[in-house]
T-cell receptor, first 109, second 115 residues
Framework: QKEVEQNSGPLSVPEGAIASLNCTYS??????FFWYRQYSGKSPELIMS????GDKEDGRFTAQLNKASQYVSLLIRDSQPSDSATYLC?????????FGQGTRLTINP | DTGVSQNPRHKITKRGQNVTFRCDPI?????LYWYRQTLGQGPEFLTY????????KSRLLSDRFSAERPKGSFSTLEIQRTEQGDSAMYLC?????????????FGPGTRLTVL
């Protein structure tokens, strides 16, 4: 079992709709969770961090964490074509980050 | 605002050659990380420095790989006797000690191609 799992996609969403990205992790003691956006050929860009159960909102992005279910998700409201990218879920293990393989998201105009 | 910088951005080398990459972290950050990313995968941790001390190394970091951070500022990653399997994007990230959760910010990466 991989430490951090994501559906690799591709996930296709119409412009203006809500995109929902999911991630599960195996280490129950993990305390810090991150979402990175990565455009093709570029490096990962941190877009959300979440540490407590519940929801955290930042603009069009909402991160959701459920530690009991070992599940973290990212919602993107009013999806734009510029949101088309690979989204990486990362879980902090001691100091290093452990990444999922990423979900490729395509927003269709 | 100066982010993490990496040089070179691209490196093409022949199998068996040595290569060295440089990373300059965000100036106030004392923690520096190296990751490697291959196509279709998430980044994989290689090694971590706090100030000048190398505190953790992945099993991925074979004896052909060495990293240094001599004065606790910039870091170098050297790969000796490169192999085609070393072709990847090498990413450097930094974080500040006081930031909750240890948010890590990535540089643009160095793309290595071994022919």
């Amino acid at each position: 079992q991989k430490e951090v799992e994501q559906n690799s996609g591709p996930l296709s969403v119409p412009e203006g709709a809500i995109a929902s990205l999911n991630c599960t992790y195996s280490d129950r003691v993990s305390q810090s969770f991150f979402w990175y956006r990565q455009y093709s050929g570029k490096s990962p860009e941190l877009i959300m961090s979440i540490y407590s159960n519940g929801d955290k909102e930042d603009g069009r992005f909402t991160a959701q964490l459920n530690k009991a279910s070992q599940y973290v998700s990212l919602l993107i409201r009013d999806s734009q074509p510029s949101d088309s990218a690979t989204y990486l879920c990362a879980v902090r293990g001691a100091q290093k980050l452990v990444f999922g393989q990423g979900t490729r998201l395509t927003i269709n105009p | 605002d100066t982010g993490v910088s990496q040089n070179p951005r691209h490196k093409i080398t022949k199998r068996g050659q040595n290569v060295t990459f440089r990373c300059d972290p965000i100036s106030e950050h004392n923690r520096l990380y190296w990751y490697r990313q291959t196509l279709g995968q998430g980044p994989e941790f290689l090694t971590y420095f706090q100030n000048e001390a190398q505190l953790e190394k992945s099993r991925l970091l074979s004896d052909r790989f060495s990293a240094e951070r001599p004065k606790g500022s910039f870091s170098t990653l050297e790969i000796q006797r490169t192999e085609q399997g070393d072709s990847a994007m090498y990413l450097c990230a930094s974080s500040g000690e006081l930031r909750r959760g240890n948010e890590q910010f990535f540089g643009p990466g160095t793309r290595l191609t071994v022919l």
